[in-house]
Every structure is written in structure tokens, then in C-alpha cells.
């Protein structure tokens, strides 16, 4: 199977998956279930920073490209974008929780899918990118997934 078809696939199924996870916001019930909703929001979102960091790297020229570490990170993100809708769906607004969410998560629940869907494709395009070994593909696909997360943070992280 060549690399675009594998690429189509990839998206296909990112998709699929991505439609699949879509939920509807829940109020918590709690300051203590908002509390560890919030927590748990926190651990995905620190996951792809870490995931993220040695790409950007990378993508700047700070580090060598290291295909390996590229798959092997861009899988990570790919998987946890996958879950960022679950690990939202509890709207945590009525709650004085430390959290640089904004309310817009919550209110804009489609406008947030569609961001989470466009990591997960940006994220399926880096696997295929850092399968090719082209350097210049895969600091354009870095590039991707970084426009993604900047995107999503513009619109939904407070400042």
C-alpha cells in the first residue's frame, strides 16, 4: 500500500473515530467533581504539550528530525486527541476551579469538536510524515499539528 493511500486510510479512520467520541456536555455536579474533572482535563492537555515540545524542536531546527521520535510522539497525540472530547465533557463553569479553560469549550461544543478533529487529522498526517523519513514532510506536518494546537488555544485558553 503506498503512502497515500495509507494517509487516506489513516484519515478515514481518524474520522470515524473522531465522530464516534463526540459527546454533549455535562454540568458537574460538585466542587469536588469539578475539581477532578478539571484534573483530569489538565493531564491530557499537559500529555501533548509533552508530546509537542520535542517536535516544535525539532520543527525549529533546536534538535535534529529523528523520524522515530516523531512517529512515536505524533501516535501519543493522535490517541490522546482522541480522548480530549471525554475528558471535556464535564463543564466545570458553576465551579471556582484553577483552570485556564475558557466557558467557550462548553457553549461552542461543535466549534470544539471540529478543533479536536482537526488534531486528530493533523496528527494522522505526522504518523504518515515521519513514516515517509522526508524532513521537509515532516517539519510541514509538525507545522500542522502546531497550527491545531494554537488554534484550539486562541479560541478556548484563557491568555
Known sequence: M???KKSLLAITVATSL???TAVVAQPASSE???AYATELRQSIFKLLGSNMG???AMAKGKVPVDASVVEKNAIRINQLSLMIADYTRTDTTKFDVKTEALAKIWQENDHFNKDINKLTLASANLI???K???ESAIKKA???VGKTCGGCHNDFKKD
Open 2 to 4: 503506498n503512502v497515500l
Open 18 to 20: 473522531v465522530a464516534a
Open 32 to 34: 469536588k467533581h469539578a
Open 54 to 56: 520535542p517536535l516544535g
Open 128 to 130: 504518515t510524515a515521519a
Open 132 to 134: 515517509s523519513n522526508d
Open 142 to 144: 509538525i507545522g500542522g
